[in-house]
């Protein structure tokens, strides 16, 4: 897989994530479907010849915008629990690595998990999390907006982001308290 292939995945599944917020989902996935048309029509008569119609790019972006309907069609089902799994995975690799068991080729190895995680975290922070509590984003991630919930005034919003934090998040955190700290230590 190139870093292409990646790229095109995730333009597709931030495209029809934007779009769903202000269009229903079937007209985020079919504009999502034309830009890409439109992508590779320009660049086969007009670009530089490096981003040519291919079986992988069609596959990549078409898995990215699958990702993107399964997320906004049943999002509470699949999308959150999706995002949440992912966010366990990482707080795994996380703990081996303030325990100091991730090095060289593992740590390697892992680091493109880390960075999908926080591109899908970013995303959600966008769009999704922006629609469960009826706030635009002031944040980049959502532990971000988590922590100003909880630090704010005491509402339905707070309670929402501290169930999240104590309940779903700090379970699987190595510190013990994801939203709560800024200085990880490894809990034992």
Known sequence: MKIIHVLYFLAAWAMVDLMALVLPLDIAVMATVMAGIVWHVYQ???????????????????????????WWSDYVLFGLWAFWVLYVFTMGLYRAFLAGRLKGLSLFM?????VV????????QMTVFSVV????????????????????PDNWRRR???YLCHHLLDPFDP????????SPQLKA
């Not at 892992?110 to 880390?114: L, Q």
């Open 117 to 124: 995680a926080f591109v899908v975290d970013f995303i959600a």
């Open 110 to 114: 892992c680091s493109p998990f880390v």
């Open 175 to 182: 510190t013990g308290a994801h939203c709560d700290s800024d």
């Open 44 to 70: 086969e008569f007009w670009g530089d010849g490096k981003h040519r119609l291919t079986f992988t790019n069609v596959a990549a972006g078409g898995l990215g915008i699958w990702f993107a309907t399964a």
């Open 160 to 162: 929402l982001a501290d």
């Open 133 to 152: 509590f009826l706030d635009l984003p002031k944040h980049w991630l959502v532990t971000n907006r988590l922590r100003a919930y909880i630090a704010g």
